[in-house]
């Protein structure tokens, strides 16, 4: 059998992969690309913990759902974001979106 | 090394490749493939996980409409989805520095925990895990407060998202 | 529903409506006007309910309808607030329901629903009239819709809605608060069109002037309430309470708790029902809308006042002295007002004074102790004075057709433009002709006759001569002015080409005229007297039963005399004969022999008032109070203090705020503060990736920092 062990490395190097892109990338939408990366990676461990500790109790496939309607949420108003923002100054870069500075 | 621990590894890896074209690749439909292939990779643990609804869920609502979804963004985005300028901003070393000591940080915090198990439990007999699912997600003494909480969220932020998103004279 | 129930919601309606105008449809006109007349519908409904209810109660005056609540907590007590429906309250819902429906469905025409918006049309004036192409391509001008409809709509209901809660109140605490709601709706609608100045300055009028009626009636109030520690209707008029304020005496004037309260309490309704000295407003409150003249000045306001002093009557007939007053004032009102109608030419303003007569009539009668005979007519009173408004606002609207369709430049309310009109509008014209019958008291057949009668009938038997004679030169008078009215504006011919044009008005308006001439008619019916000759007994006397009833012993009928009934047979049918003989033939204002400079000029009482109160207070505001108080001692403080305290300040700023403050802490501060700044700088670059990268070292720091310290050390 695999050891619970396995999957929780396994998300957590997803995790920091989703976070290197968060930080590094320049193009808006690889970003919600890289956040996507670390919201599968919380999943894969809801899911484990489920499987290997309570498989009894249904908290654990509950909370996968509802992260993935949380996450449905977050594309849709980032997407919406990302387009309004590149219809205004045409750009989806997002070091060239510094009004934060003022 | 079981027939499954291999199966996993080859999975993990794949995966983890895949992540990483998502996050350096230039191109950002590329990028949206990759992550497909990602998140694929995560349907199949869940199926490996005994967690048959949630795999094809994943592979439903991921895949198939959330993926999607960054494709036509992309496409709307034209002018800088494409080949021309770096990938990745100038600061891209410091990132790197924290997500390797964010592992780092995670590993360690998991190398030091005692007592995960090596092996699942045994699936309780009898019991259909897909039916014990949908009563939980109905029932008011379990999660239907929150199911419904997190319903009116996704409607909210939808209606949200067309209103930003909408093209104003 | 039990009847208390429907008491309560009776006000409801209006008021709702009101808000629903005010927030939601007021971009309707359609939904606007329904919501207005659906709510006093709804009124009028629950008002009629109550009405029949009541009928069949026996002796209803000792059993009312009445249930209150406790509203706010007084020390030990509790000031209750409730509904009350007793004979008096009874009837008066009655008519006023029925005015108030009619008078919202006139309005509807009246204001022009349907037709197209005008050319020029600008909110808060007047329409002016729009320009249509007919299917042959000429082109007309017809009046135009009102501009602010929907306002308009929303006012009314809230008028209704004070007239309502006056009525069922079982208090005088919320009887005042409907009084002032009318008082401010009053003033709303007076300066309906607040794009006339004439208008805006009536409004501010007849704010002002009933304002010092209701601070009195307010004062009234308080003391009663001080005296009695309560305001319900059944407790001050129970025995022991009346008695105890009737041994009460009072330093002021020699009057009795009770005859000071309720002349407090009648000051409030001299304001509010225009009585004379406080009457100067009611004629210049014409300015408005003409459903607003019938809603104020016959349907409502001015009853709520004549109402609230028949309710106080209980209070009122313990003092002689305030009874004399009181039936001095009406008197002289009455006449008084009468001979200033006979030199109007506008011919709202005849029926505004009038009303100001018959109103002294009602205050009159009230003040002889004929209660039930001044609420009776107050009853009749309503009904044709409010077919008499909106008639003549038919007559106005009709000529206003007449005047877009010719482009003449007349007046269009004034009667020596009128003439010949009963061709061109029959059916506003037999309804006015009820209403001035009704108004003069034409024998037998109209309501206002046998009204108009009873009060006469009263002052005769209970030995009031002196008022007996002044009301009866007044009816005369009535006719005279009623009769010169009719024939100026319906009878010979057209004396404009206006006239010529004039167009009856649609089924909006003159169905609220039928319906009320019907009323004008035969609700006199219901109060002949039992031995009247021939007719007496045909019919019971049932309204001086009903209402009789509302006090614990029933006034006894006056008994018949000849006398009365013959003076009042003589100055109806006298004054209408003469009104006829002496304006048959006139064309002219300058052929008129009434057009006395002291009664077309109203006494000179504006003029007085101007002089007595407005210039004077003026002249000490601008002399006195700016001149002296303000420029001379209040500014010459000011200017002292501000003076010093620019010499105290010159001193500070050289020597210390420049010197110390600025040069060395300020400059050298800021410089600080500038270096640091321009070196943090970079930081901020706006990048939210950079912020990011920024924060999480920052987090991953502090991570390893307190797990360093708090696990491993």
């Not at chain 1, 461990?45 to 449905?72: C, D, E, H, K």
């Not at chain 3, 008082?183 to 007076?190: A, K, P, V």
Request: with cysteine; proline share 4%; glycine share 8%.
């Amino acid at each position: 059998m695999i050891p619970l062990s396995w999957y929780l490395f396994l998300s957590a190097a997803l995790f920091s992969v989703g976070v290197f892109g968060v930080l590094a990338r320049r193009n808006a939408v690889a970003i919600l690309l890289a956040i996507e990366l670390m919201l599968n990676a919380v999943n894969i461990n809801l899911v484990a913990f489920w499987r290997y500790l309570t498989p009894t109790q249904m908290s654990g496939q509950v909370f996968a759902i509802i992260v993935l309607a949380v996450a449905a949420a977050e594309v849709a108003v980032g997407l919406a974001l990302v387009i309004s923002v590149y219809r205004r100054r045409q750009t989806a870069v997002a070091d060239e979106l510094d009004l934060l500075k003022w | 090394m079981t027939l499954a621990q291999i199966f996993f590894l080859l999975v993990a890896l794949v995966m983890l490749f895949s992540a990483l074209k998502v996050v350096t690749v230039r191109n950002l439909i590329h990028a949206a493939l990759w992550l497909v292939v990602t998140l694929f990779g995560v349907a199949v643990l869940f199926a490996m996980l005994d967690a048959g609804f949630l795999a094809v869920v994943q592979v439903m609502v991921y895949i198939g409409a959330i993926a999607i979804l960054f494709i036509f963004a992309v496409m709307l985005t034209r002018r800088d989805a494409s080949e021309q300028g770096a990938p990745l901003n100038p600061n891209w070393p410091v990132s790197a520095l924290i997500a390797l000591v964010t592992f780092g940080g995670l590993a360690w915090l998991l190398r030091a925990w005692q007592g995960l198990p090596e092996s699942a439990a045994a699936l309780p007999a009898g019991v259909d895990a897909l039916r014990a699912l949908g009563e939980a997600l109905v029932s008011p003494q379990a999660f239907a407060l929150p199911f419904e909480v997190a319903s009116v969220l996704l409607v909210a932020a939808l209606v949200g998202a067309v209103y930003v998103a909408y093209g104003r004279k | 529903m039990t009847t208390e129930t429907i008491l309560w919601l009776i006000p409801l309606p209006p008021l709702l409506a009101f808000f629903l105008i005010v927030l939601l449809t007021n971009r309707s006109r359609g939904l606007s006007h329904s919501v207005a007349i659906g709510a006093a519908f709804l009124s009028w409904l629950g008002s009629m309910v109550v009405f029949v209810r009541a009928l069949g109660v026996h002796e209803l005056g000792r059993h009312p309808f009445a249930q209150s609540v406790p509203w706010l907590p007084t020390a030990d007590t509790w000031l209750k607030i409730g509904v009350y429906l007793d004979p008096l309250s009874a009837a008066v819902l009655f008519f006023v329901a029925w005015t108030i429906l009619m008078i919202f469905i006139y309005s509807v025409g009246y204001h022009n629903y349907g037709q197209s918006e005008g050319d020029h049309d600008v909110k808060g004036l007047p329409p002016h009239g729009a320009t249509v192409t007919d299917a042959h391509g000429h082109k007309h001008k017809v009046p135009s819709v009102e501009p602010m409809y929907s306002r308009f709509f929303a006012f009314i209901s809230l008028f209704a809605f004070g007239m309502y809660l006056l009525v069922v109140s079982d208090n005088l605490l919320t009887l005042f608060v409907g009084w002032e709601i009318m008082g401010l709706c009053s003033y709303l609608l007076i300066g309906f069109w607040y794009g006339k100045p004439s208008a805006r300055d009536a409004a501010i009028k007849a704010f002002m002037t009933t304002r010092i009626g209701d601070v009195f009636m307010l004062l009234g109030i308080a003391f009663l309430y001080s005296a009695t520690g309560s305001l319900s209707f059944d407790v001050i008029f129970s025995e022991k309470v009346l008695h105890t304020l009737a041994s009460v005496p009072t330093p002021i004037l020699g009057l009795s708790a009770a005859g000071l309260i309720s002349l407090l309490l009648f000051i409030g309704t001299v304001g509010k029902s225009a009585q004379w000295p406080l009457h100067v407003w009611l004629p210049d409150a014409m300015e408005g809308p003409t459903p607003v003249s019938a809603m104020i000045h016959a349907a409502t306001m001015v009853s709520a006042g004549v109402y609230a002093v028949i309710r106080m009557f209980p209070l009122l007939h313990l003092d002689a002295g305030t009874m004399s007053i009181v039936a001095f004032i009406g008197a002289f009102t009455a006449l008084f007002a009468a001979t200033i109608a006979v030199a109007q030419n506008d011919i709202k303003r005849v029926l505004a004074y009038s009303t100001i007569s018959q109103l002294g009539y009602m205050i009159a009668a009230a003040g002889i102790g004929a209660y039930v005979a001044a609420a009776f007519h107050l009853i009749t009173h309503a009904f044709f004075k409010a077919l008499l408004f909106l008639g003549s606002g038919s007559v106005i609207h009709g000529m206003e057709h007449g005047v877009l369709h010719t482009g003449e430049h007349i007046d269009p309310q004034n009667m020596f433009n009128m003439g010949g009109l009963r061709k061109k509008m029959p059916i506003t014209f037999w309804t006015f002709l009820i209403g001035g019958f009704a108004l003069a008291g034409f024998p037998v057949l109209t309501a206002g006759f046998w009204s108009k009668d009873e009060i006469l009938a009263d002052a005769f038997a209970h030995g009031h001569l002196g008022v007996f004679v002044t009301l009866a030169v007044a009816a005369f008078l009535t006719a005279f002015y009623t009769m010169r009215q009719i024939t100026l504006t319906f009878l010979g011919e057209p004396r404009t080409k206006a006239a010529e044009h004039a167009q009856e008005t649609p089924w909006t308006m003159t169905l609220p005229l039928i319906v009320l001439s019907i009323f004008a008619i035969g609700y006199g019916w219901v109060g002949i007297p039992e031995h009247f000759p021939l007719l007496g007994g045909l019919l019971p006397n049932w309204f001086h039963e009903f209402v009789g009833s509302t006090l614990s012993e029933v006034p006894e009928v006056a008994p018949f005399n000849w006398t009365p009934l013959l003076t009042s047979l003589l100055v109806s049918l006298g004054g209408l004969g003469l009104g006829w003989w002496v304006y048959r033939g006139v064309r002219t204002p300058a052929e008129d022999k009434f057009q006395i400079p002291l009664l077309k000029n109203k006494w000179y009482f504006d003029e007085a008032y101007q002089f007595l109160f407005v210039r004077p207070s003026y002249w000490f505001a601008e002399k006195v109070v700016y001149l002296v108080l303000d420029k001379g001692l209040i500014d010459g403080l000011l200017h002292a203090i501000g003076h010093s305290a620019a010499v105290i300040g010159t001193t500070l700023r050289t020597y210390i705020d420049k010197a110390i403050i600025n040069e060395t802490i300020g400059d050298g501060t800021a410089h600080v503060i500038k270096s640091t700044g321009s070196g943090l700088r970079p930081i901020q670059s706006g990048r939210l990736q950079q912020y990011m990268v920024a924060s999480l070292l920052v987090f991953i720091l502090i991570t390893g920092l307190l797990y360093y310290f708090l696990v491993l050390a």
